[in-house]
T-cell receptor, first 114, second 115 residues
Framework: GDSVTQMQGQVTLSEDDFLFINCTYS??????LFWYVQYPGEGPQLLLK?????NKGISRGFEATYDKRTTSFHLQKASVQESDSAVYYC?????????????FGEGTQVTVIS | EAAVTQSPRNKVAVTGGKVTLSCNQT?????MYWYRQDTGHGLRLIHY???????EKGDIPDGYKASRPSQENFSLILELATPSQTSVYFC??????????????FGEGSKLTVL
């Protein structure tokens, strides 16, 4: 079945630092990949989507691309702020069908200190 | 604004007891989902539904049942709760489309503790 693995469980940065989170995925379908973000006390929400390998998804200053050859997917932001502190999930969408099911990675807790 | 509301938000149950978690959505979405969130596992899909009267097993359905009596409501039922089911449970809704848009709308979560 589909699976997603996030290597970094926790990342601590200072304001204006560069953020980079990486994950790997496995699927038998053509992948559609997403990043979700979860703030304390809230449910996860969609941050951005990438449907084509090597093309960028961009939202709220975040960028994401994936590499089909290495089955890796990453999220980056040039300059983080304290408000970016949250849990970030790498997510794989089920290819085909109408279920809309998502497979989540383990999540990366990002803490930005001022 | 998309709206998914869950109740109760916090629940303490005893081992062997019955627990029902309820979810209501006002998005008029066909698809609804129940996930559980545990440290080190992210979110894992328990059950989902394509519409009223439909329930499907997700990746970890054992010990859980689901009910979708209407478009708006989707319940998760633990007939015999166990401590391993202590977790935070999230309900979500999403439109049923030909492609996977990835756009699910999540509720705020229900924290369940089974003693």
């Amino acid at each position: 079945g589909d699976s997603v693995t996030q290597m970094q469980g926790q990342v601590t940065l200072s304001e204006d630092d560069f953020l980079f989170i990486n994950c790997t995925y496995s699927t038998t379908w053509y992948p559609t990949l997403f990043w979700y973000v979860q703030y304390p006390g809230e449910g996860p929400q969609l941050l951005l989507k990438v449907t084509t390998a090597n093309n960028k998804g961009i939202s709220r200053g975040f960028e994401a691309t994936y590499d089909k050859r290495t089955t890796s997917f990453h999220l980056q932001k040039a300059s983080v702020q304290e408000s970016d502190s949250a849990v970030y999930y790498c997510v794989l969408g089920e290819g085909g069908g109408l279920s809309g099911k998502l497979t989540f990675g383990e999540g990366t807790q990002v803490t930005v200190i001022s | 604004e998309a709206a998914v509301t869950q109740s109760p938000r916090n629940k303490v149950a005893v081992t062997g007891g019955k627990v029902t978690l309820s979810c209501n959505q006002t998005n008029n979405h066909n698809n609804m989902y129940w996930y559980r969130q545990d440290t080190g596992h992210g979110l894992r899909l328990i059950h989902y539904s394509y519409g009223a009267g439909s329930t499907e097993k997700g990746d970890i359905p054992d010990g859980y049942k689901a009910s979708r009596p209407s478009q708006e409501n989707f319940s998760l039922i633990l007939e015999l709760a166990t401590p391993s089911q202590t977790s935070v449970y999230f309900c979500a809704s999403g439109a049923r489309t030909g492609g996977n848009t990835g756009q699910l709308y999540f509720g705020e979560g229900s924290k369940l503790t089974v003693l």
